[in-house]
């Protein structure tokens, strides 16, 4: 098993930045992909970016390219999700998700570990 806890949410401004992170402890880090999904009020969980096991391939939902960047320290244990130019849409709690499946996924409903959640809100 692998437990996860994020930081980093708050209130920012649109426009502006937040960091977040999201530390694992348990299990051997390295052996999971890794994700942040969101999830505003009254909807599903959204994919927002994934990152293999080892940290070379990424990918990110259409909604945040370019403005998120999702980043991995195995000897840390850490996962991180840089988030800048934010936008009001951007406004969710944000999780942080760990599979041991090799194929990368952008399906929440794969993710077999994930964090409390964090809430980010961005006001215009």
């Known amino acids: 098993q692998v437990q996860l806890v994020e930081s980093g949410g708050g209130l920012v401004q649109a426009g502006g930045s937040l960091r977040l992170s999201c530390a694992a402890s348990?299990?051997?880090?390295?052996?999971?992909?890794m994700a942040w999904f969101r999830q505003a009020p009254g909807k599903e969980h959204a994919f927002v970016a994934r990152?293999?096991?080892?940290?070379?391939?990424?990918r990110y939902a259409d909604s945040v390219k370019g403005r998120f960047t999702i980043s991995r320290d195995n000897a840390k244990s850490t996962v991180d999700l840089q988030m800048n130019s934010l936008k009001p849409e951007d406004t969710a709690v944000y999780y942080c998700?760990?599979?041991?499946?090799?194929?990368?996924?952008?399906?929440?409903?794969?993710?077999?570990?994930w964090g409390q959640g964090i809430q980010v809100t961005v006001s215009s």
């Open positions: 998700a760990a599979r041991t499946g090799v194929v990368p996924s952008t399906d929440w409903r794969t993710y077999d570990y």
């Open positions: 348990g299990r051997t880090f390295s052996d999971y992909a």
């Open positions: 990152i293999s096991r080892g940290g070379s391939s990424t």
